[in-house]
């Protein structure tokens, strides 16, 4: 295992050579009204929703399974809360929504697990339904608009800093208690097993179903989560645009980081590395100045470079390189 | 006795304005027969689309056409359809917004060949084929780059760094306001711009982009955004960098939607280029035209204006959008 988080880590260690090689000041740090302020800082903040919802895809797709509505689910969760603040700037009100927002999301996380455990729905199926539905949910809660909001404790969210940024705090605490659960705890192997074959698991006694639902109900509200986030940073629900196409980054920093689709085995570890490559390519795209228009041939080249270099095919090739050069 | 007296008066006014309405109504009819147009929207994406909805939504109704709407939710094939479902329904004029500028050709044929005109609204196509449609009314977005490269080199001496925040990669809009902009400034060769990125249209874009320029690029006079709403993601962007907006960072931007005027009233962005979305009124009295087969351009402006920090001011209470 530790082997194969080797290769993402030397490209995640690449990308930021090369932003410190374009950019000389790139790795520079300094307290900007008592918070750390720097390119790395962005790297974190801004990769603090990708990473949360990779977090909740680790688990689905160890079940064997996959999220594609948590763009749609973190859009909802936007938009729940600013319309229920509307233009109040009052803290409680903005908590109230936050509470609201996540416990919808949590029932979407039901509902998609109704699909997938209870009537046995192929999982990209199933959640295909909210990840179109629910962008429409969401236009109809805002009803179409992008909603302003002004509240100094919902900017605390996406936007607020305690040293570090909040969003990565929130994002590493979520970290934690994922690996404290599912590592110290059997529930890491449950999921495995039901991700390696379901039925076997439910023969053996793991209540497959019940373990389905709830990595579908934590996907979701880390999806909320990130969607809070997401929308506080700018103090907007724009139901159109936020987290729109995040999946695919969720599920790209889950591959990257080593987690096969196949289910089964998953590394936490793996993924927050993924997350953080994938925040630092959109970057380094900013920073080193690639034009628009090759933006995204760029990430592809870097996207396939690491998942070669990931394929046991290509690593053989490149340790016999190793060997061969000295002789 | 007083909430009384308002409720009456209301009334009065209501049926007022109704019958103004249905006065217009009567008069298409005198000229022949009602008119059905079919209009292709983009999507709700943002406030100008609404406004811009709602401006032919509105207008089509004082007008006295019958209108039938259709929100594409930024998808051409979406577009497509309803296009085509317009022509099977036999509308007397089809109207849309194209999300992009190519492929339309085929579909266009097909209105064509049933002998329906078809107006292009706020955004053109690229076609060979000028004859597949009968006009296109629209802002001119080079133009509006243009008015914002004038304003800088009016309000601007010395050596001057600008960053863009490009709208999304190959819209006309993002094109066109950067060929326009590019344009005005190249004569004067202290204004440099220095870096140059797609925010997408969208807050979140314009403040992610921004936050990298402001590391990466060690002096940022202006900021030139394609739209307000990636302004105001770099408002955000500048003040978490402890620099002040319209002050140490200059910013211009295009659209002039509620929130970007709110934020040029209140002087963290220096200047707004109009780009009207009430294009309603222009766009059936062109239908009426095209359908009782008069000449009309190939080409009609929008009507727009710029704003400074003092007009946004004045203006801010009445506008619509």
């Keep these: 295992m530790k082997n194969r ?7 995640l260690v690449a990308l930021l050579l090369l932003n410190l090689a374009v950019t000389p000041s790139f790795f520079a740090l300094r307290m900007q009204d008592g918070h750390l302020y720097g390119g790395l800082v962005d790297v974190l903040k801004n990769g603090a929703p990708t990473l949360l919802i990779a977090l909740g895809m680790t688990l689905v797709i160890a079940t064997r399974g996959i999220d594609l509505s948590v763009g749609a689910v973190a859009a909802i969760a936007g938009a729940v809360t600013c319309v229920h603040i509307g233009t109040s700037g009052s803290a409680a009100t903005a908590f109230a929504g936050m509470a ?14 109704f699909l997938v455990a209870g009537l046995g729905i192929q999982p990209i199926i199933a959640t295909l339904v909210l990840m179109t539905a629910g962008r429409g949910v969401a236009m109809l809660v805002t009803e179409g608009q992008i909603v302003t909001v002004n509240n100094t404790a919902y900017r605390q969210v996406g936007a607020g800093f305690v040293v570090l940024p909040v969003s990565i705090l929130i994002a590493l605490l979520v970290l934690g208690l994922v690996a404290f659960a599912t590592r110290r705890t059997a529930l890491g192997m449950l999921i495995e097993a039901v991700g390696v074959n379901p039925e076997a698991s439910r023969l053996a006694g793991v209540r497959s179903r019940t373990i389905i639902w709830t990595v579908y109900v934590f996907a979701a509200v880390c999806a909320g989560i990130a969607g809070l986030m997401i929308s506080s940073n700018v103090s907007a629900a724009d139901a159109n645009n936020a987290g729109l196409w995040i999946e695919m980054d969720a599920i790209l920093a889950v591959v990257i980081g080593g987690t096969s689709l196949a289910g089964g085995r998953y590394s936490l570890t793996g993924t927050l590395i993924g997350a953080l490559i994938i925040q630092t390519l959109t970057t380094t795209v900013y920073t080193i100045g690639v034009a628009p228009e090759v933006t995204l041939v760029f990430k592809a080249i870097v996207v396939i470079a690491v998942c070669l270099v990931q394929a046991p095919k290509a690593r053989a090739a490149l340790s016999f390189r190793k060997v061969a050069v000295p002789s | 006795m007083l909430k009384k007296i308002t409720t009456v008066a209301s009334v009065v006014l209501l049926s007022a304005l109704t019958a103004c309405g249905s006065g217009g109504g009567a008069e298409t009819g005198s000229t022949g027969g009602t008119i059905t147009m079919g209009f292709a929207q983009v999507g709700a994406e943002s406030g100008w689309r609404t406004a811009n909805t709602k401006s032919i939504q509105d207008e089509a109704k004082a007008a006295g056409i019958e209108l039938k709407f259709s929100d594409a939710q930024q998808k051409q094939e979406n577009q497509i359809k309803a296009i085509r ?7 007397s004029v089809i109207a849309f917004s194209p999300v992009v500028e190519t492929g339309w050709d085929t579909v266009l044929l097909e209105a064509k060949r049933a002998n329906i005109p078809v107006i292009l609204t706020d955004r053109s196509i690229d076609s060979d084929d000028t004859s597949l449609y009968k ?13 914002a490269g004038d304003w800088l080199v009016a309000n601007t001496s010395g050596p001057t760094n600008v960053v863009e925040l490009q709208g999304t990669t190959g819209a006309a809009p993002a094109i066109d306001r950067k060929k326009g902009f590019e344009e005005k400034i190249a004569s004067k060769p202290d204004i440099k711009v220095v870096a140059s990125q797609t925010g997408d249209f969208t807050r979140s874009g314009g403040k992610q982009v921004m936050e990298a320029f402001l590391k990466s690029q060690p002096k940022i006079d202006v900021v030139y955004a394609h739209n307000d709403d990636m302004g105001l993601g770099a408002i955000e962007a500048i003040k978490a960098a402890g620099k002040v907006p319209g002050k140490d960072i200059r910013i211009i931007t295009v659209d002039a939607v509620k929130d970007g005027m709110q934020a040029l009233a209140n002087g963290e962005i220096n200047f707004i280029v109009e780009c009207n979305p009430l294009l309603g009124k222009q766009l059936m009295e062109l239908a009426k035209k095209v359908v009782a087969g008069e000449q009309v351009p190939e080409r009609v402006v929008t009507e727009e204006g710029t704003f400074t920090q003092e007009q946004a001011k004045t203006v801010l209470p009445q506008r619509q959008y």
């Design chain 2, 85 to 91: 479902s317009y022509i099977q329904q036999k509308v």
């Design chain 2, 135 to 147: 006009t296109f009314l629209g802002s001119d977005f080079v133009e509006e780059g243009r008015k």
């Design chain 1, 100 to 113: 609201l927002a996540l416990v919808l999301c949590a029932v979407l996380g039901l509902w998609n697990g």
């Design chain 1, 5 to 11: 988080l080797l290769w993402p880590l030397l490209a």
